[in-house]
């Protein structure tokens, strides 16, 4: 007669140091778990609950500035370095990871309306309202100084005729940008603009250069324009007027012909610089005018900052924001930027603070370790597979608004609705193809110049 016996090694069980984890056997056979999927929605529920306990976004606030901040610049070179500029034309760097300011670069008379950083990390440009471009020296490496306050001289200062507005430097070579009258090309080594554009603006409100096709920058203007350049050309390749005035422009660091633009109806535009007769998305959900808007470096979202006093998070393809920063203090905001590892964002307000949160509102700050990495993964998996479900888009969607923004966003719907409803109703009572229907993406667009 055969017995079967079952039989185990302890080897298989016993763990070898006092660290090691149990080894659990499981059996993966799905007709052995019939209430697996149950099991995950609830999981994923459970998930999404903790994620809005645990947003917490904002972190801290770097204070020192005596007036209002009108711009931000980060350094490509070091992720805890930040420059900030003010209306009273204090420009400060600070060591973001101290919450400190290493050094101050005093010199400009008026309000401070432009600040890029060289590619190498160690020249600053700034511009202002006193007709002055100036270039300073940043310093190498600042972690660990005590010093604070430290002052620093220019080491270029160039003159215009005219208040300058905007300013960013190339990608590549020691070339920078200034837009005011018109749009000036300058080199670190040359007391005077090395070329001049210009194509019917009063003023240049914004100038970004393209990170691939380093050559191409973009520029927006009080005559509610978008132009592209080419340094490589004597003249503007294109030229797109909207309805309103564009505030900022910001490219797409993974898709090179792609930018979008901050606007003052409250709308972000993406465009694609080969077709700039419809936009390729709008992005809506600010009821003021938008400020600025800078990219993360993945080139899937990017942040905008509004005159509402709120934050937004935009998926570089969504009509809507994803997340909505707001504090009871902050008020208008003027600039915003991602970190280099897109992991922060800083914000600069007129209520003379910088301010800095998370990129992503309830992520565990710290050293995480293995099994916390791999529970973060699993539940984040579980949500992307039941987030189609009510009860789980529900809370996933809801975020918390200020009570002005909330009304504001109301009547904002209901005069949309409104407009949407007088114009089917007249197309309606009229001969057919007599009023065209446009779509939304071309509607806000007035003309395309070449």
């Known amino acids: 007669m055969k017995v079967k016996l079952i039989t185990r090694s302890e080897d298989d069980f016993t763990r070898e140091r006092s660290q090691d984890l149990q080894k659990v056997f499981r059996n993966l056979d799905p007709s052995l778990h019939p209430q697996e999927r149950a099991h995950e929605y609830v999981r994923a529920l459970n998930a999404v609950k903790l994620e809005k306990v645990f947003a917490k976004p904002f972190i801290g606030a770097l204070s020192g500035h005596m007036d209002g ?19 009273d034309g204090d420009i400060r760097l600070w060591d973001v990871a101290y919450k400190r300011t290493v050094r101050q670069f005093p010199g400009h008379k008026g309000a401070v309306r432009g600040l890029a950083v060289s590619r190498d990390g160690e020249h600053l440009v700034s511009c202002g309202d006193d007709c002055v471009v100036r270039l300073w020296q940043i310093p190498g490496s600042f972690v660990g100084e005590a010093t604070g306050e430290d002052v620093d001289v220019p080491v270029a200062t160039y003159q215009g005729k005219n208040a300058f507005r905007t300013v960013d430097h190339h990608w590549n070579s ?9 749009v000036d090309v300058w080199d670190h080594n040359r007391s005077e603009p090395t070329n001049s554009f210009t194509w019917g603006a009063d003023s240049i409100v914004s100038v970004r250069f393209n990170p691939s096709e380093t050559d191409v920058f973009a520029t927006t203007a009080s005559d509610r324009s978008i132009a592209l ?18 505030n900022m422009v910001s490219w797409n660091p993974r898709e090179a012909f792609n930018f979008t633009s901050a606007n003052e109806d409250g709308n972000c535009y ?15 959900d600010h009821v003021s005018a938008v400020m600025d808007v800078d990219f993360s470096p993945t080139g899937r979202e990017f942040v905008t900052g509004s005159y509402d006093r709120t934050i937004r998070i935009f998926p570089y393809n969504g009509g809507h924001s994803k997340e909505v920063y707001h504090t009871k203090r ?7 930027k991602f970190s280099g590892d897109g992991s ?20 565990q700050l710290g050293v995480l370790l293995p099994r916390e990495k791999q529970k973060h993964a699993y539940l984040s998996a579980v949500k992307e597979r039941y987030k189609h479900l009510p009860e789980i888009s529900r ?17 904002r719907h209901a005069s949309d609705d409104a407009e949407r409803k007088r114009a089917s109703r007249k197309r309606a009572h009229s001969a057919p193809g007599s009023i065209p229907h446009t779509p939304a993406r071309k509607k806000r667009i007035v003309a395309e110049l070449e």
């Open 174 to 182: 020691s070339i920078f940008v200034t837009g005011g009258s018109q």
């Open 270 to 284: 993406s465009y694609d610089m080969r077709k700039l007769n419809r936009a390729t998305c709008i992005h809506m």
């Open 395 to 411: 809370i996933d969607r809801y975020r918390h608004l200020p009570k002005p923004v909330y009304k504001a966003t109301k009547v």
């Open 344 to 363: 922060y964002l800083m914000s600069g307000s007129d209520d003379t603070n910088i301010r800095l949160w998370k990129g992503k509102a309830s992520e």
């Open 69 to 87: 901040v009108s711009c931000l610049a980060k350094n490509p070179r070091h992720l805890n370095s930040l420059v900030s500029a003010s209306l």
């Open 330 to 336: 902050m008020q208008r905001v003027f600039a915003v």
């Open 229 to 246: 350049y080419d340094l490589r050309m004597g003249t503007p390749l294109r030229k797109l007027i909207m309805q309103t005035r564009t």
